[in-house]
């Protein structure tokens, strides 16, 4: 795994990186991800994404190809957001903020103007009867939104090129607090790093 682009972006989110909104926040994914499934947790709103109206906390595990443009886990990776329990997760909302979120990290990453973020895309559908597939663990299958979609972006770390992503993304209650659950990659959905991500998405857990 070549490792500069994995500094880079570690540099970018260790300058925001904190304890969770609430106490022991941190400590509170567990993702049962083999080890070099590498991660970290840092505070909701990102400084890479000011904008974003979500609080509380972020937890992500990079696949191994993460940073490596010639791995076919390249860009692929599982993120959880613990999030506030006032904050507004309807299906706009969710559209809203996931799309501004990768807007920051595009601009906070390779300086972006909103000439450049302004043109990424969004498509989310809810997932349809029966689905979604493999929930978390932590989650009650009958109390899931779940949706699927892609992002037309430009991708950041490695390519600086135009990038279509794909994702899943399950939302549930732990307790009061919302849980958004991600699983990413520019892969097509059959292809098999999906197949490794929805086991590990299965086995998630908040403590």
Same mark, same amino acid.
């Given at each position: 795994?070549?490792?500069?682009? +994995?500094?880079?972006?570690?540099?970018?989110?260790?300058?925001?990186?904190?304890?969770?909104?609430?106490?022991?926040?941190?400590?509170?994914?567990? @993702?049962?991800?083999?080890?070099?499934?590498?991660?970290?947790?840092?505070?909701?709103?990102?400084?890479?994404?000011?904008?974003?109206?979500?609080?509380?906390?972020?937890?992500?595990?990079?696949?191994?190809?993460?940073?490596?443009?010639?791995?076919?886990?390249?860009?692929?990776? /599982?993120? /959880? @957001?613990?999030?506030?329990?006032?904050?507004?997760?309807?299906?706009?909302? /969710?559209?809203?903020?996931?799309?501004?979120?990768?807007?920051? +990290?595009?601009?906070?990453?390779?300086?972006?103007?909103?000439? /450049?973020?302004?043109? @990424?895309?969004?498509?989310?559908?809810?997932?349809?009867?029966?689905?979604?597939?493999?929930?978390?663990?932590?989650?009650?299958?009958?109390?899931?939104?779940?949706?699927?979609?892609?992002?037309?972006?430009?991708?950041? @770390?490695?390519?600086?090129?135009?990038?279509?992503?794909?994702?899943?993304?399950?939302?549930?209650?732990?307790?009061?607090?919302?849980?958004?659950?991600?699983?990413?990659?520019?892969?097509?959905?059959?292809?098999?790093?999906?197949?490794?991500?929805?086991?590990?998405?299965?086995?998630?857990?908040?403590?």
């Amino acid at each position: 795994m070549k490792m500069i682009p +994995l500094v880079a972006c570690t540099a970018v989110l260790l300058t925001i990186s904190a304890r969770g909104q609430e106490a022991g926040d941190g400590e509170r994914f567990q @993702f049962n991800t083999p080890a070099e499934w590498r991660g970290e947790v840092i505070k909701l709103p990102p400084g890479f994404a000011k904008d974003l109206k979500w609080h509380g906390t972020e937890s992500i595990r990079f696949a191994p190809g993460m940073f490596d443009a010639d791995s076919e886990s390249f860009f692929s990776y /599982v993120l /959880v @957001f613990l999030l506030s329990k006032d904050d507004d997760l309807t299906d706009k909302a /969710v559209k809203v903020q996931v799309l501004t979120y990768y807007q920051g +990290l595009a601009s906070a990453v390779m300086g972006a103007g909103k000439d /450049v973020t302004d043109a @990424f895309k969004l498509t989310l559908q809810k997932s349809k009867a029966g689905e979604p597939t493999s929930p978390p663990a932590d989650a009650e299958k009958k109390k899931i939104t779940g949706w699927t979609g892609t992002l037309e972006w430009v991708e950041p @770390f490695k390519t600086k090129k135009g990038q279509t992503l794909n994702l899943e993304i399950h939302l549930w209650k732990n307790g009061e607090r919302p849980v958004l659950y991600f699983a990413v990659s520019p892969q097509k959905t059959d292809h098999a790093i999906w197949d490794e991500m929805r086991k590990y998405r299965a086995l998630f857990q908040l403590k």
